[in-house]
């Protein structure tokens, strides 16, 4: 694996293209800009270098967020050449250990490894070999069906989708 360790500019990182995990101003953001201005940025976030000298941040959003938030210009990142399914791969898998997700933000993150798998050619319909979906239930503790029944949320309509999230409307209904 070719990564690199170095502190970068922070305005010259930019969000993931259709990140799935929103960055809430909440009391949580609150208190990581606090650490981050008592203490600095503790682990560093994961780039993956674009040909604009720019970076795309697969791993640490919130943590950019907060260092913008408390006037932090430099953070440290390891940067690593990656392709998009690679990067998708890591973005989802580094996120989906947080406390609080939304199941929204589990479902577009569900659908976009799922794909990312299945574009790599690492699953198959071939008798043995588990599918993208399978993969990622695995992965994630969840079986095959609740991973489909999530990817079917990425499907509803926006006011529908935040219902789900506010808690007014169940998965299950939902599906």
């Known amino acids: 694996m070719n990564m690199k360790f170095e502190k970068i500019r922070v305005d010259h990182c930019v969000p993931f293209c259709e990140n799935p995990f929103k960055v809430r101003d909440d009391f949580a953001m609150e208190l990581l800009v606090q650490s981050i201005s008592d203490y600095g940025v503790m ?14 941040t697969v791993s640490g959003h919130r943590r950019i967020h907060a260092c913008k938030k408390a006037g932090v210009e430099m953070i440290p990142a390891f940067i690593r ?10 973005m989802v898998d580094s996120n989906l250990q947080r406390e609080g997700l939304l199941p929204s933000e589990k479902a577009f993150a569900y659908k976009m490894k799922v794909d990312a798998l299945a574009h790599q050619g690492k699953t198959s319909v071939q008798v043995g070999q588990k599918s993208s979906r399978g993969l990622v239930a695995a992965d994630v503790g969840e079986s095959e069906t609740q991973i489909q029944r999530y990817i079917r949320l990425t499907y509803l309509i926006k006011p529908l989708l935040d219902l789900v999230d506010e808690g007014r409307i169940a998965l299950s209904p939902a599906v």
């Open 81 to 90: 050449p990656m392709d998009r399914e690679e990067a998708v791969i890591c």
């Open 43 to 56: 682990f560093p976030i994961l780039v993956r270098p674009l040909a604009n000298g720019t970076y795309e």
